[in-house]
């Protein structure tokens, strides 16, 4: 009886801890020019359907320096 308890009690606890959707492969820790260039496109979508998104100074200095 108290397998079947301990038993419920851990898929209980396991079946809330699952990632939703889809996992998306991290950026390099260090500056890599490709990962703040993916970046810079993701902000850019996000930017498109929210005009309030947050935009990183990294990507607003590239994006002047390229007008």
Do not use: H, T
Not at 16 to 34: A, F, I, Q, T, Y
Not at 37 to 48: G, L
Not at 50 to 56: E, L, M, Q, T
């Amino acid at each position: 009886m108290m397998r079947l308890v301990v038993s419920a009690l851990a898929l209980s606890l396991l079946a809330g801890c699952g990632v939703k959707g889809g996992l998306e492969r991290p950026d390099p820790m260090w500056n890599s020019d490709e990962a703040i260039a993916r970046d810079c496109a993701r902000q850019r979508e996000a930017r498109e359907q929210n005009p309030r998104a947050v935009v990183d100074r990294r990507c607003e200095q590239g994006q002047q320096s390229q007008q």
